[in-house]
């Protein structure tokens, strides 16, 4: 006996009716799955308002690199200025804190237009230890924020290059 024969709805002696789909505990689950993957992935990168999905879900897109100067994190902020930027540095952690507010007023002959929308942004880098804090340095361009965190001289005399040898 193999378990297909086991389960109701594979079994081919049952009626058509009887054998549906709409019976079976696992094209329930199935279905059950379907729609919760589909309700987030219905949600993910839609705008919330005019704002761009980053600012829906809090989090900006947002890249790290190590190099041998420091570390270079990179943040996409469309849309915002300087103003509405806020970076915080620990021993630990870069914190890079934002908000947008985002008014239309228009008005046209046989119509009046008011929209408003918000959001948030926030995001925390953890960072390696030797970062020399203070002598980080953040730049906003073209909605992108560059922060520049060098490694302390202590931290760099301290890089040993060791050598690679084959087996």
């Given at each position: 006996?193999?378990?297909?024969?086991?389960?109701?709805?594979?079994?081919?002696?049952?009626?058509?009716?009887?054998?549906?789909?709409?019976?079976?505990?696992?094209?329930?689950?199935?279905?059950?799955?379907?729609?919760v993957f589909d309700s987030f992935w219905s949600g993910a990168g839609r705008p919330f308002g005019n704002l761009p999905a980053a600012f829906a879900?809090?989090?900006?897109?947002?890249d790290v690199v190590e190099t041998e100067g420091g570390v270079e994190v990179t943040v996409e902020l469309p849309g915002m200025e300087e103003k509405d930027i806020e970076v915080t540095l620990t021993d630990e952690a870069v914190t890079i804190r934002g908000e947008k507010k985002i008014e239309r007023k228009e008005e046209k002959k046989g119509y009046?237009?008011?929209?408003?929308?918000?959001?948030?942004?926030f995001r925390t880098v953890p960072l390696p230890s030797g970062v020399d804090s203070d002598k980080?340095?953040?730049?906003?361009?073209?909605?992108?924020?560059?922060?520049?965190?060098?490694?302390?001289?202590?931290?760099?005399?301290?890089?040993?290059?060791?050598?690679?040898?084959?087996?």
């Open positions: 006996m193999q378990i297909k024969d086991m389960l109701p709805w594979a079994r081919k002696d049952l009626p058509a009716e009887s054998r549906s789909d709409d019976d079976s505990p696992i094209a329930s689950l199935q279905r059950e799955m379907n729609r879900t809090g989090a900006p897109r947002t009046y237009v008011s929209e408003r929308s918000y959001g948030t942004v980080a340095e953040a730049k906003f361009r073209n909605g992108v924020l560059s922060v520049h965190l060098p490694h302390s001289s202590e931290a760099r005399a301290k890089v040993k290059k060791v050598a690679v040898k084959s087996a």
